[in-house]
């Protein structure tokens, strides 16, 4: 069965602090997406990954980045971490041919106090 | 630049009656559309896709959805609901040669017995 696995379920972090994300898919997925979900803003994309060592800037990458040094793994970082950076963060990957579909991890709920 | 709008943030709907969540695009250019399914405390799935083809599409647990090029929207329909449906859903659209997905706010499906 298809997976991606996203290390925390629950993240408790202190403001300031540097905060690395992780996401793990089996899938031998080519791309990888990171999307922070808040209520009544659905998802936004943060970042996207479409090989290894490639990346794009989604719709609010300000405060983040990322790092894609191995195929399965999507990792985002938040520099410094920031109250307003307290959300659920939702990562997904995908692979041509069937673009299409994207395949989602269970999410971490990120605290940021 | 695309967008996708969920006017309904919230769908209270008693068990057996039908439900539409609607969904609404804008985009210049060719569109494939998804709904997706988060059910609590997880990640989402993908519940139906329009490509090409048949206007009408059907997915799982027996949604379906019609694509209306003409009025722009997308709306997700079942003609009898179970509790089981009690769930967010959300809107998506990709334009054709990219990888980027754009989502909606979501609508919330409560279904009441």
């Known amino acids: 069965d298809v997976k991606v696995t996203q290390s925390s379920r629950y993240l408790v972090k202190r403001t300031g602090e540097k905060v690395f994300l992780e996401c793990v898919q089996d899938m031998d997925h080519e791309n990888m997406f990171w999307y922070r979900q808040d209520p009544g803003l659905g998802l936004r994309l943060i970042y996207f990954?479409?090989?290894?060592?490639?990346?794009e800037k989604g719709d609010i990458p300000e405060g983040y980045s990322v790092s894609r040094e191995k195929k399965e793994r999507f990792s985002l970082i938040l520099e410094s971490a920031s109250t307003n950076q307290t959300s659920m963060y939702l990562c997904?990957?995908?692979?041509?041919?069937?673009?299409?579909?994207?395949?989602f991890g269970s999410g971490t709920q990120l605290s940021v106090l | 630049a695309q967008s996708v709008t969920q006017l309904d943030s919230q769908v209270p709907v008693f068990e057996e009656a039908p439900v539409e969540l609607r969904c609404n695009y804008s985009?210049?250019?060719?569109?494939?559309l998804f709904w997706y399914v988060q059910y609590p405390n997880q990640g989402l799935q993908l519940l139906l896709k329009y490509l090409s083809g048949s206007t009408l599409v059907k997915g799982i647990n027996g949604f379906e959805a019609e694509f209306n090029k003409s009025q722009t929207s997308f709306h997700l329909r079942k003609p009898s609901v179970h509790i089981s449906d009690t769930a967010e859903y959300f809107c998506a659209v990709r334009t054709s040669g990219t990888y980027k997905y754009i989502f909606g706010t979501g609508t919330r499906l409560k279904v009441l017995a």
């Open positions: 997904a990957s995908s692979s041509p041919p069937r673009p299409e579909k994207l395949f």
């Open positions: 985009s210049s250019v060719s569109v494939y």
């Open positions: 990954s479409y090989d290894v060592k490639m990346k």
